[in-house]
């Protein structure tokens, strides 16, 4: 027995050098917006279509808990406090950003084309306003042109965050976010912070590859798929030719957009979008 607690401190250290490049990363995940709400409870800006990134303090973290290996430049000035935001380089360049978000060895030509929109300071004592505030605050020190402070609007009526809604699609955005301004921060999916979209998407593990018939004989046809509740369905439809030759791995994460749900819960024309890396 006397023997116990240095076995259990030998198997933390062992822990923690098998984990160590990964942590659980406390964020908050989106609800969809339904179009009942009262606008006036909201904060909005726009939804940019990038890599989720999170500062710790002292490092850039995905949303699932992995390093991001950014040059030391990039995150030069940066507070040391949590911070919540998305790594943007153009409307349709989430490609390009999430390939530079994996890199081991950072590229500092590819992150010069790179953007840090941070939306938030998450505390899980301040309300959304507050947070606001302070990460206005924190920012307003650093002369960084890659590091941006996300501006939250506030909208009296519907039709005011629908005008702006449209202005955002219109120049390429892919919707806007809603932030409660009297929430406080929560973990995980929450109905504190909507998001606004002219359709819906979510992700799904690929669990099977069905074969294909007439001009896609001999190729995939469609892929069984399980979303986060367990859900099975199928998605035959937003694939390329070559994808189909050479469809998404087994196990692999996809990203999907739909219209709704059918009445046994399953989403309502699932259309496959890409495949989502492992971040």
């Known amino acids: 027995m006397r023997y116990l607690p240095c076995l259990l401190c030998l198997l933390l250290c062992f822990s923690n050098f098998l984990y160590g490049n990964e942590t659980h990363t406390k964020i908050q995940l989106a609800s969809v917006y339904q179009g009942d709400e009262d606008i006036s409870n909201y904060l909005v800006s726009e939804k940019f279509d990038g890599v989720r990134a999170i500062w ?58 790179v953007t840090y929109y941070v939306f938030d300071a998450p505390n899980s004592a301040e309300i959304f306003s507050k947070r606001h505030e302070r990460y206005l605050s924190l920012l307003s020190h650093i002369e960084l042109s890659h590091i941006k402070p996300v501006k939250q609007l506030s909208f009296g009526s519907v039709k005011a965050l629908n005008d702006y809604y449209h202005a955002v699609l219109k120049r390429g955005g892919e919707g806007v976010i809603l932030h409660a301004k009297n929430a406080k921060h929560e973990d995980g999916r929450t109905t504190n912070v909507l998001k606004y979209k002219p359709y819906l998407d979510d992700e799904a593990i690929v669990i099977k590859h069905l074969p294909g018939k007439g001009k896609y004989q001999g190729m995939m046809g469609s892929l069984l798929v399980r979303d986060e509740q367990g859900m099975e369905f199928k998605i035959g439809s937003g694939f390329s030719d070559e994808e189909r030759a050479s469809p998404p791995p087994i196990g692999s994460q996809i990203t999907y957009r739909y219209q709704g749900y059918t009445k046994f819960g399953k989403p309502r024309f699932a259309r496959f979008l890409r495949v989502r890396p492992k971040l």
């Not at 430049?73 to 390939?99: C, I, K, M, R």
């Open 56 to 113: 710790d303090g002292s490092q850039l973290r995905t949303r699932g808990g992995h390093l991001i290996k950014a040059p030391d430049w990039f995150t030069q000035g940066l507070p040391e406090t949590w911070l919540d935001g998305e790594l943007w380089a153009g409307y349709n360049n989430f490609a390009f950003v999430s390939a530079i978000a994996r890199r081991h060895l950072p590229n500092n030509e590819h992150w010069r084309q």
